[in-house]
């Protein structure tokens, strides 16, 4: 004679074999791709010499007569909580990117008309290398 389960026992073999069928299927997938580590920044250009006598560029650190200049890239100008910018720049609206940035460093007064950096502007090479130091800065 074949012994039958009950109802409940054969609900409970059926669970136990799916979550086995998981299991195996779980494992049979290829591991997930290992995410690349963060890219350090780029070595300091000899150019953001200038910058350093204002701005600090460390994660962190507060700002100095200028505002921190790390994570600079991504960010909206004149939005660091903890620097007072001219009403020029809180005005500005601009997403820094390294074309914005070059363009800033070219001309200061030029790109944003009452800013508050003194700075007269940066030839075209010392502003793309200073600019596209600064993308790295995350």
Not at 5 to 13: G, T
Not at 111 to 133: F, L
Request: some cysteine; aromatic content about 6%; glycine content about 8%.
């Amino acid at each position: 004679m074949i012994a039958v389960p009950s109802p409940h026992k054969r609900i409970l073999a059926l669970a136990v074999i799916a979550a086995g069928l998981a299991a195996s299927a779980a494992l049979a997938q290829p591991p997930a791709p290992a995410q690349a580590p963060a890219a350090a920044p780029a070595t300091q250009p000899t150019e953001f010499a200038i910058c350093s006598a204002c701005h600090e560029s460390k994660a962190g650190a507060s700002p100095s007569l200028g505002p921190n200049l790390f994570g600079v890239g991504g960010r909206k100008a004149g939005s660091v909580d903890d620097y007072d910018y001219s009403p020029a720049m809180k005005a500005y609206g601009a997403t820094w990117t390294a074309d914005t940035l070059q363009a800033f460093l070219l001309d200061p007064n030029k790109a944003v008309p009452g800013n508050k950096m003194d700075y007269s502007g940066a030839s075209p090479d010392s502003a793309k290398a200073v600019a596209d130091y600064l993308m790295t800065l995350k």
